[in-house]
Structure formats: C-alpha cells, structure tokens
C-alpha cells in the first residue's frame, strides 16, 4: 500500500476526516487527501514521493514559497531566545509599526493568531463601538468559522453544500444579514435603518473563487456605510499583501475603518491582526470595555516571520513580478480552455486566480454557483497526475509565488491544455 494512503487510514482513526480543516479532505473533487511530507520554493512533495508545482501555497501566506530560507534563518534566531513569554516584546511593537506603514488605516493594531479570531474581534469591536448588533456579511464571503459569520459562508462550507452550520443558535445568525457581492443596492436597504454595526467583505472575493469588485462597488459601500455611522470592515486576510503591498484597500484607494489581516503576515506562522482606526481601536481592553484576549497572541516567532517576510516582500520589483506571473498563468489557462471549446471564465486580480468551468460572466456567488464542479474535479484529478497541486474546489483562489518561474506557470499551462483534452 502506498504511504499516503496507511496515512490516510490511521488518520481518519484519531482526526474526523483525516484532516484538521475540511477542504483539505479533497472530497469535493472526489480525491483523498494528499498528505505532505516537505515543501521549497515552488513545489511540495507527498508521503508517496511525488513532487507537485503548488497552487496552493498554504491557501495564500506562502507567497514568498515553501521554506525561504531567510525566513527560516529568522525563526531560528528568535526561537533561541524562546518561545512565547505571555509578556509583551518588542517584535510586536515592530510587527505593528510595520503593519501600520504598509496598510496606513491600521493606526493601531492587535495581533491574534488565526483570520477567524480577527474577524471575530473585529465585529465585537464594532459591535462594541456602535452599541449596534446587526451585521452584514456577502453571499459566498468567508470570514472564518465564527458563529454569527456561517451564514451563507463560503469557502469550506460552500464547498460542502452547507449553508451555515450545524450547531449555530438562530440567535447568533439572526443579526447576520446576507446581501449578494457586487450589489449596492441591497447594501442600501440594509443599512437605511441606521441599525447596522458594520459591513465586513472581502474586497476582493477569494472565497467563492476569486471574484473582483465591480467598478465603484467599493466606493458605493464606503459611502453608504459612512453616511449610516456603520463601520466598514475590509477582511483582507487574503488579499492583504496580495494583490498589492497595501493589500485591495491600496490597490482600489479605498480607506476602511477597520481592517482584518492575516495569511501572509505570518510568513508561514499563525499570525493575524485587526486594526484601524484609533478612536475605534481605543475602545479594546484594557483601555475599553471590548474584552479580546489570546494567550499565543503576538507569538515571538510569528511576528518576527511575518515581519521578515513584510520586509522582502517590500523589496523592488516584487508586486510587478506577481502580476506578470499571474497574468502568464492566467492567460496561458484562458487559452487551454479555449483550445479545448471547455467553457470557463478566468477571474484574476494579481497572483489570486480562478478558473471557472462555465460561460460566466461571474461576478457573485449566485453565479460562481453555475460551474461545472463535476469537470472541476475531473480537471484537479487530472492535474494532479500531471504533478500539478491545484486547490481542491472549484470555490477557491490558485496563488502564484515569487517562488514560481515562468518555465514552471508554462508547465502547469501544457499540463492544463492536456488535462483539459482528455
Ligand atoms: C482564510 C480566511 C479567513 C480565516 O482565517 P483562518 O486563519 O483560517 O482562521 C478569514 N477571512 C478570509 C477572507 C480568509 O481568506
């Protein structure tokens, strides 16, 4: 028996599923998990020794690639001071001071440790500040697993056909309001009532697959959000550092009053942050009366990766490189679909791409919903034959690296033109 595969079996004894987070199980695209053994640069290997290109890219932070080694050389200077000390130090004051340069409307920040912990307390904070409770969140965004966020969540749940979860009270779903992506209007009516805490989004939505903002979307839901004293989140723990050094906020000049981050300030490590404005910020514990806590939160070696990987990542030429990585891929995908009369749409912004087996345009979840997900798994299995690893559904982002050539994103195209043929 292959290793992966007595893996697999031991797995599914002790973690439900054989996995720690639900997409990784491959099921949606009718595979078995493929366990890693080791990961550089561009490429991971599997238990069984077979090499991939990733696309994956830990579903975002390893924009830099698998074990950079100025990364590691960084955790394994701080590691030998310690751990973690549950006492301030000062790589988080770094790690804020750098966060704060590169996305300016975090004039102050909180470090946690996970995307969904910054959502979380993110949307306690402006509950909090506007003594409001309603919310509203898109149709098919995923902001991590928090109860009052699984409502129409995408992501993992989309990709299972749940809407929501089990085990989420009506209570903490009924102040959740949905509204589709790229429509105004509804943003409009939901927030007339001057009832409304906050709007949290995706700027650019990575979680129903990628889907851009339409021209003046996110202007319209600063202006409305502005005008009803709602406060508007931007979740950018995936486009943060991104689709541009600042993240979609500078990429579109949009300013939110509080941003969610995470993914790739980690560099690798489990780091994330909520920040923004002061006068909101100001009203956390201890200095106000939001309780947000966390243990590991600021963890030594997590902030001084994500510091590090901040700081090579701020080197010349890194953003114009993703783009053009992104666009080879992006186009050479196009052309593969097209020569094989496969109907897809390419959804780009940057290195975050997704290929949807439908005639589109997709510009929502309602219509993401309309690919093909049986070809889309046919498609992954055939990729991964190819040594391609490419995210396992049809509703989620591919992330290109700086790690990856040209000669590589033209592999993956070839492998594309032949898979798509079959
Ligand atoms: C990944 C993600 C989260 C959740 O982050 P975790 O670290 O997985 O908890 C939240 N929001 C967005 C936009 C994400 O992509």
């Not at 600042?246 to 980690?266: M, S, W």
């Not at 902030?303 to 030429?317: C, H, Q, S, V, Y």
């Amino acid at each position: 028996m292959q290793r992966s595969q007595s893996i697999f079996e031991r797995a599914r004894a002790v973690i439900p599923g054989g996995v720690n987070s639900p997409v990784r199980a491959c099921r949606s695209v009718g595979a078995d998990p493929v366990f890693i053994a080791s990961g550089r640069g561009s490429r991971v290997t599997d238990a069984d020794g077979n090499e991939y290109i990733d696309l994956i890219g830990s579903w975002g932070p390893l924009i830099l690639g698998h074990a950079h080694p100025e990364i590691l050389a960084t955790i394994a200077e701080v590691m030998a001071a310690g751990t973690t000390f549950g006492a301030p130090t000062e790589i988080e004051v770094k790690f804020a001071e750098a966060l704060r340069a590169a996305v300016p409307s975090m004039e102050m920040v909180r470090a946690v440790s996970s995307g969904t912990e910054a959502t979380m307390s993110a949307l306690r904070l402006a509950r909090g500040f506007t003594g409001r409770a309603r919310i509203i969140k898109v149709d098919g965004g995923y902001h991590g697993h928090a109860d009052c966020l699984l409502v129409a969540a995408g992501s993992g749940a989309a990709t299972l056909g749940i809407p929501g979860s089990a085990g989420v009270p009506d209570g903490a779903a009924r102040d959740t309001i949905v509204v589709p992506y790229n429509d105004l209007a509804s943003v409009e009516r939901a927030v007339a009532a001057d009832d409304v805490a906050a709007v949290i989004i995706e700027p650019v939505a990575g979680n129903m697959g990628l889907v851009a903002p339409a021209a003046g979307y996110l202007e319209g839901l600063r202006t409305l959000t502005a005008r009803h004293g709602t406060v508007l989140i931007f979740d950018e723990v995936m486009t943060g550092f991104r689709v541009a050094y600042g993240g979609a906020q500078a990429r579109y000049r949009i300013t939110p009053d509080l941003t969610t981050i995470g993914k790739i300030i980690g560099g690798g490590l489990p780091a994330a942050a909520f920040g923004g404005r002061a006068d909101i910020m100001q009203k956390l514990a201890p200095l106000g009366p939001v309780y947000q806590a966390g243990t590991l939160s600021g963890n030594p070696l997590a902030m001084a990766a994500g510091l590090k990987a901040m700081e090579i990542l701020a080197r010349p030429g890194s953003y114009e490189r993703l783009e053009q990585l992104g666009q080879r891929l992006g186009d050479g995908l196009a052309a593969a679909a097209r020569s094989a009369g496969v109907p897809a749409v390419m959804n780009r912004v940057g290195s975050m791409l997704t290929l949807f087996f439908c005639p589109g345009p997709v510009t929502d979840y309602a219509s993401a919903k309309t690919a093909d997900t049986t070809r889309f798994g046919a498609f992954f299995r055939n990729m991964r034959d190819r040594g391609v690893f490419l995210p396992p559904s049809q509703f989620e982002a591919m992330f290109v690296s700086l790690a990856h050539t040209d000669a590589e994103i033209d592999q993956i195209v070839d492998a594309a033109r032949t898979a798509l043929a079959d």
